[in-house]
């Protein structure tokens, strides 16, 4: 969609680090440096997935907490998908966020990063993407 | 696992208030009047979930997050899913909640559910389950 700025991220219109790519999904780095795991085609919410995309992005679901952990060395991984503004949903394009957590929770205390430390995420989990 | 009340509730061992059941995965009411997705094998967290039973738990995912949304009549859904205690994960079998949301936050705050409130859920989830 037009307007959208995953599709942007997706169709390379926007730059983005860009952890991983399967045939129907991607893997990037949010702004509040975590990851993000997203349907190529703009599919608004979770009611509107088809079960053979939603089939890869479990997949890459799997593979990016696996990472995650792995890269950031972390205690835990929590993952969240919101719908609609009641729930939190702000960008209208399906997503999975996967966040590093610690028992030490200060660290999970994450404000908006900049483009290094979203390179710095990019590296450290692309490099246990399997 | 013997000490798991995830495997209990499986094993019809211990009672719940089961909305849908597939091949791989199970859908019952949490205490907290929530929805649980849940894979019937003892698979401890995300980092240990084969992509097949993934697959299923997705497309079951789908299927819970419409029907609750239809069931409640929610402005919205949310779902999250924990991996070890420092991200929240307090039973060791894997599930992902689904939580009705509204706009009217109030509504949100649900606390432990007696017995009558979870056969209600059950059964307003029920009849949207496709």
Not at 3 to 29: G, H, S, T, Y
Not at 62 to 76: L, N, V
Not at 77 to 101: C, E, K, M, S, W
Request: glycine residues 4%; proline residues 4%; neutral net charge.
């Amino acid at each position: 969609m037009d307007d959208c700025i995953f599709c942007k991220i997706i169709n390379r219109q926007l730059p983005a680090c860009i952890v991983a790519e399967a045939q129907k999904v991607i893997v990037f780095v949010s702004r509040h440096n975590d990851l993000l795991v997203v349907p190529k085609a703009h599919i608004k919410n979770i009611y509107d997935l088809d079960p053979e995309t939603g089939n890869e992005l479990m997949t890459e679901l799997i593979k990016t907490a696996t990472a995650t952990k792995k890269g950031f060395e972390s205690d835990g991984i929590y993952i969240t998908q919101a719908n609609d503004p009641a729930a939190g949903q702000d960008v209208f394009h399906l997503h999975f966020h996967v966040y590093p957590r610690w028992h030490h929770k200060a660290k999970n205390n994450v404000t908006r990063v900049g483009e290094q430390e979203r390179r710095a995420t990019m590296e450290r989990v692309r490099n246990f993407y399997e």
